[in-house]
């Protein structure tokens, strides 16, 4: 079993962070997410999506429409076809965003704006029916988990995959959000 995370934040280091070393919030959840896959004998890759150049869609043709509707593919010349493709080599994906201004975090918004013109009408889909886990991680008041996990419900929707975990993760739950994700990683690969 093949498992890809993909992270939307950039943060190493997280000042504000209550974790030890001040490692940031989404990476902390990435590593945790690691290490639970590798005990049960999972091979896992794991992407930084913001060091990827993935731009905002242009909506470039007619109607709103570009040749992502029939050709499932962006013509666009950056990073995007090239990790929708290679999402086909894996069975099950996470995706672990940083919450901003209570939604999901600027490239987490335009990769999926994207995935979703490529995926939703795409009947050939290798992503459709697949199980993924979707972590919000929020440093400051915790507001916004509900509202980016709001939003990966309609990602969920849309891909037609199977969420069998819905993350919220706050700076001061993270010690107690572990044990959720070790039951959700269970989850992804059975
Ligand atoms: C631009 C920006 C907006 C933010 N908005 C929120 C927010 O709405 N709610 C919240 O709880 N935290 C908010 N935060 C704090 C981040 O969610 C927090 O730092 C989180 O730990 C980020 O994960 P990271 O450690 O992986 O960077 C914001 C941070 C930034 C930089």
């Known amino acids: 079993m093949k498992v890809l995370i993909l992270s939307f934040s950039n943060n190493i280091v997280n000042e504000d962070s209550y974790i030890p070393n001040k490692k940031g919030l989404t990476l ?9 896959l590798k005990e049960i004998g999972c091979e896992t890759e794991y992407i930084c999506m913001n060091k990827k150049n993935v731009n905002k869609c242009f909506a470039c043709g007619a109607r709103g429409w570009g040749k992502c509707l029939n ?11 090239t990790i929708y493709e290679y999402m086909n080599n ?13 939604e999901m975090s600027e490239s987490a918004k335009v990769f999926f ?5 490529c995926d939703a009408f795409n009947d050939n889909s290798k992503i459709k029916g697949k199980n993924i886990i979707c972590i919000a991680c929020a440093g400051g008041s915790g507001a916004g988990t509900d509202e980016t996990l709001n939003s ?19 700076k001061l739950n993270f010690n107690e959000q572990k044990e959720v994700i070790k039951v959700s990683v269970n989850k992804l690969v059975n």
């Open 90 to 102: 894996f069975d099950a994906y996470i995706f672990a965003t940083p919450v901003y201004f209570k």
């Open 113 to 117: 704006d994207r995935l979703k013109r």
């Open 28 to 36: 902390s959840c990435v590593e945790e997410c690691e290490k639970n």
């Open 71 to 81: 050709e499932h593919k962006c013509i666009q010349k950056d990073d995007f076809n």
């Open 152 to 170: 990966f419900d309609t990602l969920n929707y849309f891909l037609k995959t199977n969420m069998v975990g819905r993350i919220p993760i706050t």
